[in-house]
């Protein structure tokens, strides 16, 4: 489950006290909250397996409460490896990026075809219950929910075009840079379209925010 919920922890421990009454059990979950923001964001990957509760029925519960304002439901067996999240605080994320960065182009290559193998996969695992821009929505909902930044979808013709806006991007927040900072968010993304599509693309990150801009803009085509 990926969701946006209002930041008032009593709304969070109203959606857990939810799960308990339903018998449904929490595997993993990172719940995300920013200062000036009037929302969180989070994934959280459920058993249902002992509820007598269906998908469906739990996300009508959900937006019932009245508080989630984006809120995708998915039902599918996981292995222990997909529902496991493993958190990393941003300053030693910085450090493992720097690490490889400073390998130079091979160091952004490699960061760029990691990125593309997991958007890729992403793709793959969750293309059956979507439509291709609803399926781009959840997943950015979801990178949002997992602390990647916040994004927006500000233009989009299928199978051509697209341009993707990310404020607080985890690659470049905190980060001073002359160039375009991001390689791997770059690569999620042309993964992502690439399997949308089911062609080749090209990603240009024409806005970041390590040289100064607002946020950063990832401009999408098809090559």
């Given at each position: 489950m990926s969701f946006e919920l209002g930041s008032d922890v009593s709304l969070i421990i109203d959606t857990l006290k939810l799960f308990y009454s339903k018998k449904i059990n929490v595997l993993s979950c990172v719940i995300q909250g920013h200062p000036g923001y009037p929302y969180v964001n989070g994934v959280i990957f459920l058993d249902i397996t002992k509820s007598n509760i269906s998908s469906n029925e739990l996300e009508k519960r959900v937006r019932a409460l009245s508080y989630a304002s984006r809120l995708a439901i998915i039902e599918r067996g996981f292995t222990h490896g997909e529902a496991r999240i493993i958190a990393f605080p941003l300053e030693d994320l910085h450090n493992i990026l720097a690490s490889i960065k400073s390998m130079g182009e091979p160091g952004y290559a490699l960061l760029y075809h990691l990125g593309f193998n997991m958007g890729k996969d992403y793709v793959k695992k969750v293309s059956l219950f979507f439509s291709r821009y609803d399926l781009l929505k959840y997943l950015l909902l979801c990178y949002?929910?997992?602390?990647?930044?916040?994004?927006?979808?500000?233009?989009?013709?299928?199978?051509?075009?697209?341009?993707?806006?990310a404020r607080d991007l985890f690659e470049c927040i905190g980060v001073a840079s002359s160039e375009p900072n991001s390689h791997l968010f770059r690569g999620i993304l042309a993964g992502i379209f690439s399997e949308l599509w089911g062609d080749k693309v090209k990603v240009i990150e024409e806005k970041c925010i390590a040289k100064g801009d607002s946020k950063c803009v990832f401009k999408v085509e098809k090559v």
């Amino acid at each position: 489950m990926s969701f946006e919920l209002g930041s008032d922890v009593s709304l969070i421990i109203d959606t857990l006290k939810l799960f308990y009454s339903k018998k449904i059990n929490v595997l993993s979950c990172v719940i995300q909250g920013h200062p000036g923001y009037p929302y969180v964001n989070g994934v959280i990957f459920l058993d249902i397996t002992k509820s007598n509760i269906s998908s469906n029925e739990l996300e009508k519960r959900v937006r019932a409460l009245s508080y989630a304002s984006r809120l995708a439901i998915i039902e599918r067996g996981f292995t222990h490896g997909e529902a496991r999240i493993i958190a990393f605080p941003l300053e030693d994320l910085h450090n493992i990026l720097a690490s490889i960065k400073s390998m130079g182009e091979p160091g952004y290559a490699l960061l760029y075809h990691l990125g593309f193998n997991m958007g890729k996969d992403y793709v793959k695992k969750v293309s059956l219950f979507f439509s291709r821009y609803d399926l781009l929505k959840y997943l950015l909902l979801c990178y949002q929910g997992m602390g990647f930044g916040e994004f927006n979808v500000s233009k989009y013709v299928e199978g051509k075009e697209s341009i993707v806006e990310a404020r607080d991007l985890f690659e470049c927040i905190g980060v001073a840079s002359s160039e375009p900072n991001s390689h791997l968010f770059r690569g999620i993304l042309a993964g992502i379209f690439s399997e949308l599509w089911g062609d080749k693309v090209k990603v240009i990150e024409e806005k970041c925010i390590a040289k100064g801009d607002s946020k950063c803009v990832f401009k999408v085509e098809k090559v």
